[in-house]
């Protein structure tokens, strides 16, 4: 066999952001992203991961309400978000979508894509062992995209150093768009966590951190 016959035949298929959704299972039990035309399966969230996701969800959904925007503002289920670059499509751990001009989606109601950044006001990616994703990727895409707000949910400590420090330790990093670019701030231990799309968010980063944990400890 030749090198030639070799490299074809491990080289895997690329596909088009329409071609991914088109492949895309109904109803799988399993999440998938699109990164540079492979079709990646992503590490379903399981234990610590999910449990802090589904429960900062929950904390979101309530400072919504307090905020008087239950109507307008909701965190789908699953929803992919298709940035700039053609070959990429992203599943977001939590996702903030607006209502009011979520009607521009033309492929929301058929596909739950999402396009446009005026229909985010926050996404959320809590930090597996893919962090490079996070950290390079995606914080690259939703700049470009321009949502408004973008947290990386370090609760591990999983990330690079130039990311979050040496030693290294737990860190909420908090990306705002400000003249199209964005801005970073981060949060660790007992610092409140400042978000501008969430003024009134009363959670500290080790209060974030500790939704990860078994509530019967």
């Known amino acids: 066999m030749t090198q030639t ?9 690329l596909y088009t952001f329409d071609e991914f959704i088109e492949w895309y299972p109904e109803k799988s ?3 998938y992203e699109l990164h540079d035309g492979v079709i990646i399966e992503m590490p379903k969230p399981r234990g610590k991961h999910s449990k802090l996701a589904g429960s900062l969800g929950g ?5 919504i309400d307090e905020i008087g925007k239950t109507d307008i ?14 070959k990429y499509g992203y599943e977001p ?10 009607g521009t989606e033309t492929r929301w109601e ?20 893919n962090w490079r994703d996070d950290y390079y990727d995606k914080l690259r895409d939703y700049e470009e995209m321009a949502i408004p707000e973008y947290w990386i949910v370090d609760y591990a400590a999983l990330g690079g150093m130039k990311f979050i420090g040496n030693p290294k330790v737990p ?15 981060q949060f660790t231990g007992n610092d409140l ?3 501008p799309t969430f003024p009134n968010l009363k959670l500290t980063a080790q209060q974030v951190f500790n939704l990860a944990e078994s509530s019967n400890k």
């Open 29 to 31: 039990e399993v999440r």
């Open 5 to 13: 016959q070799t490299q074809t035949q491990t080289e895997p298929k």
């Open 110 to 129: 058929t596909e739950s894509v999402i396009q446009n950044a005026t229909s985010v006001k926050l996404i959320v990616e809590v930090v597996s062992t």
């Open 171 to 185: 860190t909420i990093s908090v990306y705002s768009l400000v003249d199209g670019e964005y801005q970073l701030t």
């Open 193 to 195: 966590i400042v978000s």
């Open 93 to 102: 751990d939590i996702i903030v979508l607006d209502e009011e001009t979520i």
């Open 73 to 86: 503002w909701f965190i789908p289920r699953e929803s992919i978000v298709k940035p700039s670059r053609e």
């Open 59 to 63: 904390k979101l959904l309530i400072v």
